[in-house]
């Protein structure tokens, strides 16, 4: 069954983030929520932060992608191309944004540090 992303806004989300995510946010995420310490990163943290990014419950598509892109993330030490990630899973753009609501939300959801404001620009 594919969920589809509804996704708060961005204000709210950084609010939701900073007043709810976590006991001690500032322990875990950066302002951006974007986790500072990737080997805290788990199955349960991943499913706190997609529903504050507005993800339902994940399933096996969503893993699938969350466990390429940090694989890929790990390999390269950088962002993966959206071109390749789509390749690689065979799961298409547009099935991404259904699912995630872009690439941000992907990056956080998949633990990954704050890749800085160029990547972001990039990842809008």
């Known amino acids: 069954m594919l969920t589809t992303h509804t996704a708060p806004t961005r204000e709210?989300?950084?609010t939701l983030?900073?007043?709810?995510?976590f006991n001690k946010p500032d322990a875990l995420v950066d302002e951006d929520g974007f986790l500072i310490d990737g080997a805290k990163w788990n199955a349960a943290l991943a499913e706190r932060i997609a529903a504050r990014e507005g993800v339902d419950a994940l399933e096996e598509r969503h893993w699938q992608l969350l466990r390429h892109v940090r694989e890929r993330y790990?390999?390269?030490?950088?962002?993966?191309g959206m071109r390749?990630?789509?390749r690689a899973t065979g799961i298409?753009?547009?099935e991404?944004?259904?699912?995630f609501g872009g690439c941000l939300p992907v990056w956080r959801i998949a633990g990954l540090p704050n890749p800085g404001e160029e990547a972001k620009s990039y990842m809008s």
């Open 74 to 80: 790990q390999a390269l030490g950088g962002m993966p």
């Open 12 to 14: 709210v989300a950084k």
């Open 17 to 21: 983030f900073t007043q709810t995510l």
């Open 84 to 86: 390749r990630v789509c």
């Open 92 to 94: 298409p753009r547009e």
């Open 96 to 99: 991404i944004y259904a699912l």
